[in-house]
């Protein structure tokens, strides 16, 4: 049971006096403290002997009070402390002292171009660390997985093939249909003039087998699942379920992000070679169209043109591609901080930084292919 407290109060029992008294702690000052105090009038000093009790913030309160007075215009001396009150108080003096004297920040304007510039670099390169650092963990616990199978979670990668492979095979199709139509039909144009009508095969087979297909994917899975894996490791950081999941023992890493790593990296590729027949296809309907040339004689001329060495490079891609929009998504869902605007925030950036080095990395495959002679 606390002891009773003794309201803190000033009294002014003749005009050149004033008298301290009770416990001037937080606890024991009140309101009536600051009006006794501003109505106290003239005074030449300050009893404290009747101050039963004091603390830090009753003896900033008890300078804050005399001050006043003195800023005022009246003199103010206090006697009568017990000496380690008196001791507080003077700490507290000092402290406030020292605080007042110590310079004004600088304002802060707004910082020039080149500086903001600079902020951006470093921001950019610590992103760029903590994303190695992020790879480097996976890895790790991918390793630790397979050195223990038991510990391979098989169900969470059927979900994650299901979603984010057989959910996406119609807007793929639709897409790689589509792009095949177009290739062929503003080649169709060009092939045309020059009587070349049976190398439409080349430019369908070989822009959709190397290039178009497994690009064209990455696309859409980066901005179909990838923002999904961001949104929903970001949700679950906000509501904090992952330090859930770390008080619990359970690795988030194995959870979240191995199971859709291992499944993207045996969905994309079969997605890339039901985009490669489906651009094939649409590429076909157009040739005939524009062309005249035959389903048979696109097939043959097809075969000799497209070799299996640039049919597997287009599927070689595709684990690549799969790995970097699985990595940024997981990535930047966990750098979710704050509320529903930050999960927004980091899904778009998991989509813009997903495609931009899902590109990246297809103009270093082109630049590397391209000096083995492939």
């Known amino acids: 049971m606390r002891p009773p407290v003794t309201p803190a109060a000033i009294a002014q029992p ?44 009753g003896a900033w309160v008890m300078h804050k009070l005399l001050s006043r ?56 390169g610590e992103q760029a660390l903590a994303m190695l650092s992020f ?14 199978p038991a510990r391979i979670r098989w169900r969470p990668i059927l ?42 095969a080349d430019l369908v087979g070989l822009s959709m087998l190397r290039e178009f297909a497994p690009l064209i994917t990455a696309i859409i899975i980066a901005g179909r699942s990838g923002s999904a894996y961001a949104a929903q490791i970001g949700t679950m950081a ?38 490669d027949v489906l651009g094939v296809v649409g590429g076909m309907i157009m040739a005939r ?21 640039s049919y597997l490079i287009g599927i070689g891609k595709a684990p690549v591609f799969a790995a970097i929009i699985v990595m940024v998504g997981c990535f930047q869902g966990f750098r979710t901080r704050g509320g529903a605007d930050s999960v927004g925030r980091q899904t778009t950036r998991s989509v813009v930084q997903s495609i931009f080095l899902v590109i990246l990395a297809d103009g270093l495959f082109s630049v590397v292919f391209s000096a083995l002679d492939l």
């Open 14 to 57: 003749t005009p050149g006096s004033l008298n301290l008294s009770g416990d001037w702690t937080a606890r024991g000052i009140g309101k009536q403290l600051e009006s006794t105090g501003a109505a106290a009038g003239p005074a030449a000093t300050a009893d404290g002997a009747g101050v039963t009790a004091m603390d830090s913030a």
């Open 69 to 124: 007075l003195r800023d005022a215009g009246t003199p103010v001396t206090l006697q009568g402390l017990r000496p380690e009150f008196a001791r507080l108080h003077e700490a507290v003096v000092q402290q406030v002292a020292a605080q007042a004297a110590l310079p004004a920040p600088p304002a802060v304007g707004r910082p020039s171009a080149l500086a903001r510039v600079g902020q951006r670099a470093a921001e950019a």
């Open 135 to 148: 790879v480097g963990e996976t890895a790790l616990a991918l390793a630790a997985s397979l050195a223990h």
């Open 159 to 200: 979900f994650n093939i299901r979603s984010a492979g057989f959910d996406a095979l119609p807007i793929v199709g639709l897409l790689s249909l589509m792009l095949g139509i177009v290739v062929a039909y503003q080649g169709a144009a060009q092939l045309r003039q020059y009587g070349a009508n049976i190398f439409v």
């Open 238 to 275: 906000v509501t904090e379920e992952i330090d859930a999941m770390r008080t619990l023992g359970i690795a988030p890493l194995e959870l979240l992000v191995l199971p859709k790593l291992v499944a993207l990296v045996i969905v994309l590729p079969l997605l890339t070679v039901f985009a």
């Open 289 to 309: 169209a524009q062309l005249g040339v035959g389903y048979g004689e696109f097939l043959d001329r097809f075969v000799k043109a497209v070799s299996t060495t």
